[in-house]
């Protein structure tokens, strides 16, 4: 079987196997609107997902490495919300309150419960 023939292209001509596409003067070509975030290196191997704006002021709480960034970025420019973190916990339910061991009957449990005060473990019920 013969070899295919490579056609030599050069830098800056045009690619041989494009189709050229008749476009009226009429009609602007569609150009795509740049992205509102890229991902910017941060230093230390972390990235974070800025605006593509002239003050690139960083876009929520992510920071990742730069295999992460890209899906981030792609998702806030899906229209996606920007990850807020809570390091205060202030928007997450209040934890349960649990019995003291005053209000747990020992000799009821079937198994260890852990109280605010310890574990308080079964009591075998007394023979007599």
Known sequence: MPAP???????GDPLA????????????????APPLYVA??????????VTNDEKAS????FVGDK????????????GG????LDPRRENEPKPITT????TIDATTLKQAVMTPDGWLCPEPVAKG
């Open 58 to 61: 960083q876009v929520g709480d």
């Open 5 to 11: 023939e490579f056609s030599v292209q050069t830098p």
């Open 40 to 49: 910017k290196h941060k230093g230390a191997g972390k990235w974070i997902a």
């Open 99 to 102: 019995a003291s061991t005053d």
């Open 81 to 84: 919300e920007p990850l807020v």
């Open 67 to 78: 295999e992460s960034i890209k899906p981030e970025v792609d998702r806030l420019n899906a």
């Open 17 to 32: 196997n494009t189709t050229t596409a008749t476009t009226s003067t009429d009609t602007p070509p569609d150009t795509a």
